[in-house]
Structure formats: structure tokens, C-alpha cells
């Protein structure tokens, strides 16, 4: 069988009797083309936190399933999306995040207005075939969710707002959208995407992985992993006031009983992480960077109820010196799986009943990557 064959009979299993993926999923080049075809290319990614391009001419850049995409805020406040590949040579523009009046590209000078449209181009008058009327740059969708930037290349992707209305619904009294970003970084690690996300699925690893760090905090009896849905999985801790700012603040009024100390852990696929807590929030946001590579964007901050408390930087540093020691723990957990997973005596084995947003995702992915399968099938 072929990787996405092998997934496909893997994801067949009831979750009872349910396996961890078959290796090949990780570590076939053959089923990255697979995910980025049929999963980068057709589904919502997240590109940050709308916060972080608050004013006009802030922008941000990435690549997604091999596609260069700037998203920027214009002059009319509107947050873009749109190709970041110039119009003449094709160089790419805008690197990395910062601010800019205009879009200029760094080969030839040909200069863009924010919202795209081509403002001028030096020395083409000439060319009876130029004109710079109508010329701009390809748009992207992009759609703002509870403070998140979600961007798609499909034009035929149902709305954000209506695949993750029960997430909203789920934390409405979190208020999630006014969480304000205090950090932001990318990394790059040595590990398959997958198995980083999977990490992030399942808090049976915590009393072990992050024993120095968070793992005494979280019981595995306290842990609730429900049946995924068609967009996301997630499961809940329960969290108790040694981390003071795990739970409601005192100013915090919206949320009773054990609402103020309920963490929820979600997987908004295909791989959006989101950590939300009563007191503050972190996310990892992937993408594949090769099969044993992936690339990271990791921020967090706090609920506005911290962010307004007298003691908020306190908070904040206690936050960040935590957040980066479990992602220290995580980077080291999640490398040597994947060099378990390259190895030919690797065998999946069982998961425990504390894995099922991971045999969800299993399902998800299989569901996306059999349609890859069914195409090449009728090309032979």
C-alpha cells in the first residue's frame, strides 16, 4: 500500500481499537505533495492575530503550500490579503513583518498602493502593450475570526464564522477576540508537522514531557477529550490557582464555578493550536517546511482583564518564562518522535482513551488526503 492507502486503513479502525498513524504518513515525501495538495492549498490557515496589524501600512508576509502571500492593513483600515509576487519579473516584495507606505519591489521599483493596485513602474513608456490601469496584485481570501487572520487559497471554502461556529459557541464568555498578542516568533523545527500538532492534541504527555514546567498543574483525571467535529478537535483541564493567571481574574465577572479554571486545548484544522485559557492564550500555527521539517509561528498574551491589572507585565514575564520552558520540553519530545518514526523497527502502537483528538485528526486527514488518492487512481 502507499502512505495515503496505509492512512486510509489506519483511520477505518474504531477509535477503541485505534492505532497511532503508520510512519509512512510521516515520512513520505509522496504524502506531503498529498497534504499540500488536498489540505495547505483548499483549507483556512492562520496567518496571526489581526491585533498584531492594527494600523494601516502594517503587514505581515508567509508561504502557503508554496505560494508567497503578503497580508497587509490599507489605508481604509481593511486587513489583505493578496499575492506577494510582483507583476513584472515576478520577484517577491515584502519580506518578513514591518510597516510601509507602499508596496515597492526591490528589483525594478514598480510600486504598488496597500490595497494592491499598481501605483507606477519606471521607464515602461515605451512598451505600447503596458498599462498600468487595472493592474494589481492577485487577491487572497482572508477573513477576521474572534481576532485571528485566516486566509485560504480556495475561492470555494465555506465561510470561517460558519466551520468554527461551535468553537465560537464554546467560549463565548472567554471573549477570545479581545485576548491582546504580547509576543510573537517563528521557529524552525527538525520534526514532522504532524507530529508537532499531535503533541499539542493529547495532555497525557504533560505529567511526564513537561514534568519541570506545567505537568504538576494538570492531572490526567481532570482531563475531558470528547469526539472531534468536522473542522476541529479539542479537549479541557482543569487548572487551579498556583498559576494565577491560568484562571479568571477577580475583575473578570462573565464566567461562574469551574468555567473560571477550565482550559480548552483546540485543534482548528488543518493546523492551528490554540491554548485559551480564563487568563491568557498562546497558539502554534504550522506548516510544513519538508517531511521532517516544520515551520512555527508561536504567540500568546492575556485576557483584557490582566492586560489592565496594575501587575500586568509581572504576569506577562511569569507567562512568557513558562511558555518558553514547555516549548523547550515540546521541541525535544516532538524531534525524538520523529527520529523514532524514521526508524524501520518503528511500530505504531495503541492510544489511550486521553488521545482521541488525535485519532480524530487522523480521520480529518484521512478524509482530505483520499480525494488525492481517488485522482491518482483515475489517472492510471
Known amino acids: 500500500m502507499n502512505p495515503v492507502q496505509e492512512l486510509l486503513a489506519n483511520a477505518a479502525t474504531p477509535f477503541d481499537e485505534a492505532h497511532a498513524m503508520p510512519r509512512s504518513v510521516y515520512t513520505s515525501d509522496e504524502f506531503l505533495k498529498a497534504e499540500i495538495d488536498s489540505i495547505f492549498s483548499k483549507e483556512w490557515f492562520c496567518a496571526g492575530r489581526a491585533s498584531s496589524l492594527a494600523e494601516p501600512g502594517e503587514y505581515l508576509t508567509l508561504e502557503l503550500a508554496g505560494q508567497p502571500i503578503m497580508v497587509i492593513r490599507d489605508k481604509a483600515g481593511v486587513l489583505r490579503a493578496q499575492s506577494n509576487v510582483c507583476l513584472h519579473r515576478m520577484s517577491t516584495l515584502l519580506e518578513g513583518r514591518g510597516k510601509t507606505n507602499a508596496i515597492v519591489c526591490p528589483y525594478h521599483a514598480w510600486t504598488y498602493e496597500l490595497n494592491g493596485n499598481l501605483r507606477g513602474a519606471p521607464a515602461m513608456g515605451e512598451n505600447k502593450a ?64 504532524k507530529v508537532l500538532a499531535e503533541n499539542f492534541m493529547e495532555s497525557y504527555h504533560l505529567p511526564v514531557c513537561h514534568r519541570s514546567t506545567v505537568g504538576g498543574l494538570s492531572k490526567l483525571e481532570d482531563m475531558i477529550c470528547p469526539p472531534g467535529h468536522d473542522a476541529f478537535n479539542y479537549h479541557t483541564i482543569l487548572k487551579d490557582e498556583s498559576l494565577a493567571i491560568a484562571v479568571a481574574h477577580p475583575n ?35 506548516h510544513p517546511a519538508g517531511v521532517g521539517e516544520v515551520h512555527i509561528q508561536y504567540g500568546g498574551g492575556m485576557a483584557k482583564e490582566f492586560m489592565d491589572d496594575p501587575s500586568a507585565q509581572q504576569h506577562f514575564d511569569a507567562l512568557k518564562n513558562l511558555l518558553d520552558d514547555v516549548n523547550v520540553e515540546d521541541k525535544g519530545c516532538t524531534q525524538k518522535v520523529y527520529k523514532g518514526l524514521c526508524s524501520s523497527m518503528a511500530t505504531p502502537g495503541p492510544l489511550s482513551h486521553l488521545e482521541r483528538p488525535n485519532y480524530d485528526f487522523a480521520q480529518y486527514l484521512a478524509s482530505r488526503v483520499a480525494h488525492a488518492l481517488h485522482l491518482s487512481e483515475r489517472r492510471l
Open 130 to 193: 503596458f498599462c498600468k490601469d487595472g493592474m494589481r496584485l492577485p487577491a487572497v481570501r482572508c477573513e477576521e475570526w474572534l481576532g485571528w487572520i485566516m486566509i485560504t487559497l480556495n475561492p470555494e471554502a465555506p465561510p470561517v464564522s460558519e466551520q468554527l461556529a461551535e468553537v465560537e459557541a464554546m467560549v463565548a464568555d472567554y471573549n477570545m477576540a479581545d485576548y491582546e498578542q504580547t509576543f510573537f516568533e517563528t521557529h524552525q523545527w527538525n520534526t514532522n508537522w
Open 252 to 286: 473578570n465577572t462573565r464566567m461562574q464555578g469551574e468555567r473560571r479554571r477550565t482550559t480548552y486545548l483546540f485543534a482548528i484544522y488543518p493546523s492551528l493550536m490554540i491554548t485559551l485559557t480564563p487568563g491568557y492564550f498562546w497558539y502554534l500555527s504550522l
